[in-house]
């Protein structure tokens, strides 16, 4: 079965103008999301990742400028399949025609992207009068059957609640019921699940799976954990200083990654063997965008630098048709260098634990609460 490009983003790069100087965020991206998939955009803090889902969005801030780059998105429009590159539509094109009616997105802490002051169900069924004109007894039935899709019990009753009367993970359901509202195509979750408890994080992410599952939705995780990406992502995209290091599909880089950033994003995931006090983060910090880049920038952190990593920064080395990575241990004439021991060991875990989901639910089991509010 041929796949079905949604997003398509080519050769994308965006600096922005700051006092001490441009600061180069987003190096090159290349990037494709598929209908019904879920792709994912791992890495640390100021790797570039939610400067990228902005530029989708056409939300970036004013002093920022998108250097080179295509972000080609197919969708219906008028009843006909269109492709339209994004980065041509102004801001205010964006705004009243793609952003939340086509492209929604789920923002890191659920309060700053609730109103206050305005009732939950109201919240729901703005986007969906301001996009459709949906009336507004067609709107409160939507929404009430929005809630029960996210879980929310007692869900008319909710409709007139604030959100200062909900609990945490109860606001962040009603984000992702407000950003499906509008019946988008892309949900973009810029890291849904960091302001929240392990616990409610599993649910939250098998409820974005289900509902993924009955409307096919495209789904962008942004996160610095590869740990929920396992569980959720068809393709991963591990980025580090602006840059996309390595990509492939989940089961590539989880089990034969390639570049030593994603073998350090690798051990320092917690797993069922290692204690979360035991755990490494990668040493050092990431480069200083405002600088320009010479040679690799993860080589001061990597303890597998070549010379030539100071000099020339890698080319994606093809790895499989799907699998690439911009590390020059790739090339033809580096040295061997195998996994870390650790990391090999950790892998083999990974393994036999995978094999334990083979033969239930597709990929994840859903909890007893979830089934029963689905
Ligand atoms: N408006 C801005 N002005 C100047 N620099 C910016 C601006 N927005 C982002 N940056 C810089 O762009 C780089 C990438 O930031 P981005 O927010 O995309 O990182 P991230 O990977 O999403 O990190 P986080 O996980 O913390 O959200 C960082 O160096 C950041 O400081």
Known sequence: MTKEKVLSIRDLSIAFKTSSGLVNAVRGVNLDLYKGETLAIVGESGSGKSVTVKAIMGILSNNGKIKSGTIEYTYEENGEKVTKNLLDFSKKEMRKNINGKHIAMVFQDPMTSLDPTMNIGNQIMEGMRIHYKTPKKEAYAKAVELLELVGITDAESRMSNYPHQLSGGMRQRIVIAIALASDPDVLICDEPTTALDVTIQ???????????????????????????????????????????????????????????????????????????????SIPGNPPNMEHEVVGDPFAPRNPYALNIDLRLEPPMFKISETHYAATWLLAEDAPDCPL???????????????????????????????????
């Open 202 to 280: 599993a649910k939250i992410l098998e409820l974005i799976q289900s509902i993924q599952r009955k409307t096919g939705i495209s789904v962008i995780y942004i996160t610095h954990d590869l740990g929920v990406v396992a569980k959720v992502a068809n393709d991963v995209n591990v980025m580090y200083a602006g840059r996309i290091i390595e990509t492939g599909t989940v089961n590539e880089v989880f089990y034969e990654p390639r570049h030593p950033y994603t073998w350090g994003l690798l051990l320092a995931m917690p797993d069922l063997e290692t204690k979360a006090d035991k755990l490494e």
């Open 340 to 374: 870390p021991k650790e990391l090999q060991e950790r892998i083999e875990r990974m393994k036999r634990e995978d094999e334990r989901y083979v033969g239930t639910d597709e990929t994840y089991t859903f909890s007893e609460e979830l089934k029963a509010a689905l």
